[in-house]
């Protein structure tokens, strides 16, 4: 298993993230406008939304160890632009500040607690690079200038995807099967389905598999692409599939564990 990113790097790359997210929001003529890849959302709501998820986990970071969700309160975003750039840019470094005080090791709640990633505020740190990047494709898709996520990043999160959102006991409600992922920049996941949950390998190589280990679906694009069509930004469609893509339309519906993810639904606003 390749090893994941160093905390000092996830920190790094939530602030890059969110600079840029805020330099894709203040170029756009309107916060009015509707984001193509939340279509319930303006401009304006996205960044209510990236703030305020920002803010809570700094709270819950900061609370520590806990068996519920620990109550934080967020303030209200304000609603002209430049103060509300300013809420966004404090959003920030609220999640930073927290970060940083306690390190990687601190035990926190998190929705994820039946999943492969521990409930550690290195595991927020790391799912919160993907909410930031992931966000700021949605802002930049907004203005028309959307950018390929940064590999680095990217790679990263196909395999946080995998092991937050789908790896873990809650049983899979269709027979059970194998889809892969395989990163043009080198790497490949194996997702593996069944009654029993799903389990998450990474390949040293992609290999063709034969019975019941051969893969029922094979999704390749750039780790980038990957994490679009994870999240459902991108149809999947729109990168090269092998076998029968009706696994993947399956899993983009499955909820195994309620999961809050960079999501298109301003209603889950206080869980991502």
């Known amino acids: 298993m390749a090893k ?15 600079v840029a997210f805020r330099a894709a929001v203040a170029s756009a003529p309107s916060l009015d406008a509707q984001v193509p890849t939340c279509p319930e959302w303006t401009l304006r709501d996205l960044v209510r939304h990236l703030g305020g998820v920002q803010r809570s986990w700094a709270g819950i970071v ?12 967020v303030s209200e975003a304000p609603r002209e632009r430049a103060d509300l750039l300013a809420w966004s840019a404090e959003s920030t470094e609220q999640l930073l500040g927290a970060l940083r005080e306690f390190g990687p090791d601190r035990g926190c709640w998190t929705w994820w607690g039946g999943s492969r990633s521990p409930q550690t505020s290195g595991a ?30 990217a790679l990263d999160g196909v395999d946080e995807f995998l092991s937050t959102c789908c790896a873990g006991t809650d049983p899979w409600p269709h027979e059970p099967a194998v889809v892969e992922y395989h990163a043009t920049e080198g790497r490949s996941w194996r997702l593996s389905l069944s009654g029993d949950g799903a389990r998450v390998t990474e390949l040293l190589a992609p290999a063709a598999g034969t019975g019941e280990d051969a893969a029922g679906a094979i999704l390749q694009g750039t780790a980038g692409e990957l994490v679009l069509a994870l999240y459902d930004r991108i149809p999947v469609n729109s990168l090269k599939v092998e076998g029968d893509p009706r696994l993947f339309d399956l899993l983009l519906a499955w909820d195994p564990t309620a999961q809050d993810l960079p999501t298109r639904a301003a209603s889950s606003m206080p869980r991502s």
């Not at 994941?4 to 969110?18: K, Y």
């Not at 900061?62 to 309160?73: L, N, Q, S, W």
């Open 4 to 18: 994941t990113l160093e905390f000092p790097v996830l920190l790094r790359l939530i602030d890059e993230r969110s």
């Open 124 to 153: 927020v740190a790391r799912h919160q690079v993907q909410e930031a990047m992931v966000h700021t494709y949605d802002a930049e898709i907004t203005v028309g200038a959307p950018q390929p996520l940064p590999s680095e990043a």
């Open 62 to 73: 900061t609370a520590g160890p806990a068996d519920v969700r620990p109550d934080v309160t």
